[in-house]
């Protein structure tokens, strides 16, 4: 509650105080949709993410058109759902072996619920590119009060020794489309990941995403797509230019252990740059954030689901597919060629942080003898986010064609090679072999992009 006094407070200061109407202040009020993305690792059944409502109102102090400070507050229902795997029954003798004489090799699967409906507070720094429409990156930490819970899992465990509030990061981009001198239309995107484990016998952590989409209203100061005069058109920043994209990835393992065990995978790549041109020359710096998921494929016999293995008596044939999720920030140089800056190269390196991991598929073993024969499936969806390191780093080169549409915007094509220098897996966790020379990896990314988006303007009159 005091925070909430505390934005009132700013609020009423805003719209009175001379000296402060001077400055630009956004109010905005949204609702749209979340989706459970619990943090920890597992491997007795797969958490299943689940739609939820968000909805929530935010207040931006901008001391200088181009970086703000946001608060507000938010409620948010996120659902989780826990699909447990079921027990191997041992082998059936058919027809000797009748089922129902053995009720006990008999496991009714049971779909566990853990809800928990949070009241959250954010504070984040944010940094506005006054495109049109205009773009709003925003990055900080939440605090947020667990209003109330119906965790499954809590039966094992001491019902009042989980926390009742938790504290995490948050990073948020959001697109602002003004309707009027005062009103605009948005729509964004946030993600949070909470710091406290929420059971005392279960390693997890809450975290989730969620679109949302509003209405929002500036007073003091002046809104940023607007021109300076009225009537004039807005003056376009033509050393400045955003592009967004989205497309598929391809990638692989480019360890140097056993990677001819490893097969490709196909993922989604979305994102956007910021573009800036490096004094008059056709040299250009771009960076920005990329959202991919990289990963490989792996159809051989294994006794690890995610990667080649064999140490153990128990052999599978394993046809699944290990992801990584990522935030990807390039810092690339490249030039533009040609009419309208139609031709692009760039190159650079690039910085990633790993968002959770995944291990998703079938595995399966065979068992013959004189007088039976049994087969054995294992659905595997495993959350191995703590077998995966956090960071990954290294090279990324591209090409791109950029054709004009209309006045400023371009429509682009691009492929994109990227990288990755360091091993992707955390020996501690993932029961790396001991043989294992150091410096030698089991798992390296490496990816091939293809993109197509759009290229808008920039205008010097900031928000």
């Known amino acids: 509650m005091k925070r909430l006094a505390f934005v009132c407070v700013l609020l009423i200061c805003g719209t009175t105080i001379p000296d402060l109407r001077a400055q630009n202040f956004t109010m905005g009020l949204g609702s749209g949709i979340n989706f459970s993305d619990i943090h920890g690792t597992g491997t007795?059944?797969?958490?299943?993410?689940?739609?939820?409502?968000?909805?929530?109102?935010?207040?931006?102090?901008?001391?200088?058109p181009q970086v703000g400070l946001q608060t507000g507050i938010d409620f948010s229902t996120v659902y989780?759902?826990?699909?447990?795997?079921?027990?191997?029954?041992?082998?059936?003798?058919?027809?000797?072996i009748e089922p129902w004489l053995y009720p006990d090799f008999g496991m009714i699967q049971s779909v566990p619920n853990s809800n928990h409906s949070f009241l959250t507070l954010p504070l984040q720094v944010t940094l506005t590119i006054p495109s049109r429409p205009s773009l709003t990156l925003g990055a900080g930490m939440y605090w947020t009060a667990i209003l109330d819970r119906d965790f499954y899992f809590i039966r094992y465990g001491n019902a009042e020794s989980g926390p009742r509030n938790d504290y995490g990061y948050i990073f948020?981009?959001?697109?602002?489309?003004?309707?009027?001198?005062?009103?605009?239309?948005?729509?964004?995107?946030?993600?949070?990941?909470g710091r406290r484990q929420f059971s005392d016998v279960f390693d997890y952590?809450?975290?989730?995403?969620?679109?949302?989409?509003?209405?929002?209203?500036?007073?003091?100061?002046?809104?940023?797509?607007?021109?300076?005069?009225?009537?004039?058109?807005?003056?376009?920043?033509?050393?400045?230019?955003?592009?967004?994209?989205?497309?598929?990835?391809?990638?692989?393992?480019?360890?140097?252990?056993?990677?001819?065990?490893?097969?490709?995978y196909a993922g989604p790549s979305a994102g956007f740059t910021v573009d800036m041109r490096l004094g008059e020359s056709s040299a250009w710096f771009s960076t920005g954030l990329i959202m991919e998921r990289t990963g490989y494929s792996m159809r051989d016999s294994s006794d690890v689901f995610y990667r080649y293995s064999k140490s153990g008596?128990?052999?599978?044939?394993?046809?699944?597919?290990?992801?990584?999720?990522?935030?990807?920030?390039?810092?690339?140089?490249?030039?533009?060629?040609?009419?309208?800056?139609?031709?692009?190269?760039?190159?650079?390196?690039?910085?990633?942080?790993?968002?959770?991991?995944?291990?998703?598929?079938?595995?399966w073993n065979e068992v013959a003898g004189t007088d039976y024969y049994r087969r054995t499936e294992i659905t595997v969806s495993d959350d191995i986010t703590e077998v995966t390191r956090r960071n990954d780093f290294g090279w990324m080169a591209g090409a791109g064609l950029s054709l004009p549409v209309g006045s400023?915007?371009?429509v682009n094509l691009g492929v994109m090679f990227r990288q990755g220098i360091p091993e992707v897996?955390?020996?501690?966790?993932?029961?790396?072999?001991?043989?294992?020379?150091?410096?030698?990896?089991?798992?390296?990314?490496?990816?091939?992009?293809?993109?197509?988006?759009l290229t808008l303007p920039v205008f010097r009159s900031g928000r």
């Open 44 to 64: 007795t059944g797969n958490w299943k993410p689940k739609p939820g409502p968000s909805t929530g109102m935010f207040f931006r102090w901008s001391p200088i």
């Open 80 to 96: 989780y759902e826990y699909h447990p795997y079921v027990s191997d029954p041992g082998p059936e003798y058919y027809p000797m």
């Open 172 to 193: 948020s981009a959001m697109i602002d489309y003004p309707v009027t001198e005062k009103f605009s239309l948005f729509a964004g995107c946030r993600y949070l990941t």
């Open 205 to 264: 952590r809450h975290g989730w995403s969620d679109l949302v989409a509003g209405l929002s209203f500036g007073f003091g100061g002046k809104r940023g797509n607007e021109p300076e005069e009225e009537g004039l058109e807005p003056d376009v920043n033509e050393n400045l230019t955003i592009s967004w994209f989205a497309g598929a990835s391809l990638s692989w393992n480019t360890g140097n252990i056993v990677k001819d065990r490893y097969s490709s």
């Open 313 to 363: 008596p128990a052999e599978y044939y394993a046809d699944t597919r290990t992801s990584s999720d990522y935030a990807v920030i390039p810092a690339l140089f490249g030039f533009r060629f040609g009419r309208n800056d139609i031709l692009c190269l760039s190159t650079g390196p690039w910085f990633a942080a790993r968002l959770n991991s995944q291990c998703r598929g079938m595995a």
């Open 408 to 410: 400023a915007a371009k």
């Open 425 to 453: 897996l955390n020996h501690d966790k993932a029961s790396i072999p001991a043989y294992v020379p150091d410096g030698e990896a089991f798992i390296r990314n490496r990816s091939l992009s293809f993109q197509a988006g």
